[in-house]
């Protein structure tokens, strides 16, 4: 069965780094785009990044751009997220998520499988 | 593009046919998918394109809409069913979600 699962999460103070790792398996990783989505405690959910099959293309919300950096690792099934200068509104629960897609299209437009996320905290 | 999600929470009693509303700031044909999110756990899609039923989703959910207004319906709520839905669209890049609605029995 497909599993995703987040790792690298924690206590972090403002202006410091964070690698998160998802570790992929039950399906073929390198078919997928992937994603990172987060959710701030209490909040609603906020898509912040996206990298396709072959790492040739990714994009940011606007909210990190600059600051975090997508990333994946098809050999070893796993999808990264490199968060730089981190301020205390990017306290969130992070999931990475498979972004399906079809013969004739990239992503079909939905999210179809979620990690159980994975808490940062930004706090000095 | 952006979601507004009406109400924003919701009490109702099992067995209710209960209507979500989610509005875009501009039309994104039907390209509009539901969640449910229980505490603690991940999203789950249910509806996808507006109105198709994801597989292995009970038939009791269904959506409908186009351009700027859809719709999501339980149609006979049960004590499972209760979470925070959200609405997301991808018809104008990047995607974004509604700020979602609780249901509560």
């Known amino acids: 069965q497909v599993q995703l699962v987040e790792s690298g999460g924690g206590l972090v103070k403002p202006g410091g780094s964070l690698r998160l790792s998802c570790a992929a398996s039950g399906f073929t990783f390198s078919d997928y785009y992937m994603s990172w989505i987060r959710q701030a405690p209490g909040k609603g959910l906020e898509w912040i990044s996206y990298?396709?099959?072959?790492?040739?293309?990714?994009d940011y919300a606007d909210s990190v751009k600059g600051r975090f950096t997508i990333s994946r690792d098809n050999a070893q099934n796993s999808l990264f997220l490199q968060m730089d200068s981190l301020r205390a509104g990017d306290t969130a629960v992070y999931f990475c998520?498979?972004?399906?897609?079809?013969?004739?299209?990239?992503?079909?437009?939905?999210?179809?499988?979620w990690g159980q996320g994975i808490l940062v905290t930004v706090s000095s | 593009i952006q979601l507004t999600q009406s109400p924003s929470s919701l009490s109702a009693s099992v067995g209710d046919r209960v209507t979500l509303s989610c509005q875009a700031s501009q039309d994104i044909n039907n390209h509009l998918n539901w969640y449910q999110q229980k505490p603690g756990k991940p999203p789950k899609l249910l509806i996808y394109?507006?109105?198709n039923l994801e597989t292995g989703v009970a038939s009791r959910f269904s959506g409908s809409g186009s351009g700027t207004d859809f719709t999501f319906t339980i149609s006979s709520l049960q004590p499972e069913d209760i979470g925070t839905y959200y609405c997301q669209q991808y018809g104008n890049l990047p995607p974004t979600f509604g700020g979602g609605t609780k249901v509560q029995i």
């Open positions: 998520a498979r972004m399906p897609g079809s013969r004739s299209l990239d992503w079909l437009g939905y999210f179809d499988y």
């Open positions: 990298i396709s099959t072959r790492v040739n293309t990714m």
């Open positions: 394109d507006a109105s």
